[in-house]
Nanobody, 118 residues
Framework: QVQLVESGGGLVQAGGSLRLSCAAS????????MYWYRQAPGKQRELVAG???????NYADSVKGRFTISRDNAKNTVYLQMNSLKPEDTAVYYC????????????WGQGTQVTVSS
């Protein structure tokens, strides 16, 4: 049974840091591309960062230079290190896993709240 279990969200002051984790189970983790999305109140869900099965990364312009996505295949876990946080980073952050090997599959985590106070 597939699970993406997120942790690390919380309340921080502007300029602070958080590290989000997403632990995957029930999938062959190393064939999945992993992504972090976020959704703020009243806004559409947006892609924040992605990392391919081979380790290539991409970021939304709004977080470049501040956020870092990484993965540890031995732990079946993807991370999002968030530095220099701004109030506009406040959102529910979601972990997503996609693969196109053999068959297309797409899984989502439950979301974790990140709140950045001014």
């Amino acid at each position: 049974q597939v699970q993406l279990v997120e942790s690390g969200g919380g309340l921080v002051q502007a300029g602070g840091s958080l590290r989000l984790s997403c632990a995957a189970s029930g999938i062959i983790f190393n064939i999945y591309n992993m992504y972090w999305y976020r959704q703020a109140p009243g806004k559409q869900r947006e892609l924040v960062a992605g990392i391919s099965s081979g380790g290539m990364t991409n970021y939304a312009d709004s977080v470049k230079g501040r956020f870092t996505i990484s993965r540890d295949n031995a732990k079946n876990t993807v991370y999002l290190q968030m530095n220099s946080l701004k109030p506009e980073d406040t959102a529910v952050y979601y972990c997503n896993a996609k693969t196109f090997i053999v068959v297309q599959r797409d899984y989502w985590g439950q979301g974790t709240q990140v709140t950045v106070s001014s």
